[in-house]
Every structure is written in structure tokens, then in C-alpha cells.
């Protein structure tokens, strides 16, 4: 067994890798909504200034957790791509 990290910002991507997933049959996959280290680090008053150095830092994240067997990674990392790009 494997698992296949994936990160994105954009939740409709999310739904559209989900949706992949289900047609190669890879139905077990976790989301977690989180914050990324420019959001927690914006918000400590003497760092704030670093905010600008991590682009995208104002939006959420979403982690989606899948756990295949080893022969489904391949076809995983292509849903991905085929959805998200490189």
C-alpha cells in the first residue's frame, strides 16, 4: 500500500481529482482543510511583513489522503496531473 499526497488551493480541483478517482475506481480518500505557513506566520504580529513571501497564503488548503495499493500510484499521480497539470 501507498499514499498519494496531494495539496491544492482550489476546492473545485479537489472536487474534480475526487471525481477522477472514482472512475479508476479509487474510492477511499481523506480531505482535510489546513492552513499553510504563510497564513500561520501573516498572523504573528512581528512576521507579518513576511506575508508577501508566500504566495497564495491567504487562501486555505486542501490535502486530500489516499491510500492504494502500489499498482493504482501510477494511475493516481495521472488523475491528478491529467486534472491539475504538472
Known sequence: ???VITILKDYRLVE???L???DIDVTGST???SQGMGQIL???PILAGL?????GSGQNSFVIL??????RVKSCLDAI???CGD
Open 1 to 3: 500500500m501507498e499514499l
Open 42 to 44: 501573516g498572523d504573528v
Open 31 to 33: 480531505v482535510v482543510e
Open 51 to 55: 506575508r508577501g513571501l508566500f504566495p
Open 16 to 18: 474534480e481529482v475526487l
Open 20 to 22: 477522477r478517482f472514482i
Open 81 to 83: 496531473e491529467d486534472t
Open 66 to 71: 489516499t491510500v492504494v495499493e502500489n499498482e
